[in-house]
């Protein structure tokens, strides 16, 4: 992904996973953008997450418009924060964070939650991002997986 939250590109496991997110373009084609303007996007995540996922969300564009500090960059802010209320209350919390590594819980419509490990790699100038999802240890998240992958 860019460090704006564009989607570059996907394996088929993670199109099965979380949708074929290449497809939208444009500044609303962001993950973040999705996440606080189309109910669709959060509704592969447990309800109780949504709150987590949003302040996560805004810190680490946070982090991103004050790395780039360009045009492109304030654009989606504006664009979001005329979009969001609750978009324009977390970024009026001023927080910055980066995403390095976390847990992330999706509800599968076939296979049910999936407990994912999230660990997140930026490139040297820090403009795109890798995010690398493995089963989480101790849950049924790897059968489940295996069971996605079938169903391709």
């Not at 302040?55 to 664009?79: H, I, K, M, P």
């Not at 997140?120 to 992958?149: K, N, Y």
Request: charged content about 30%.
């Amino acid at each position: 992904m860019t460090d704006l939250g564009a989607t570059l590109a996907q394996n088929e496991l993670a199109r099965a996973v979380f949708g074929d997110l290449t497809q939208v373009r444009g500044p609303v084609g962001t993950v973040i953008y999705r996440w606080f303007t189309d109910p669709r996007a959060r509704a592969g995540y447990p309800v109780q997450d949504h709150a987590t996922e949003s302040r996560a969300l805004v810190a680490d564009l946070r982090a991103a418009v004050v790395r780039r500090d360009d045009a492109q960059a304030n654009d989606s802010v504006e664009r979001l924060l005329r979009a969001s209320a609750e978009f324009e209350a977390l970024w009026r919390l001023h927080a910055v964070g980066v995403m390095r590594s976390r847990r992330k819980r999706i509800q599968h419509p076939e296979v049910g939650l999936l407990e994912l490990d999230c660990q997140v790699l930026l490139d040297e100038e820090r403009t795109q991002v890798l995010a690398l999802f493995s089963p989480a240890v101790g849950t049924p998240a790897a059968e489940r997986l295996g069971r996605v992958r079938r169903i391709l």
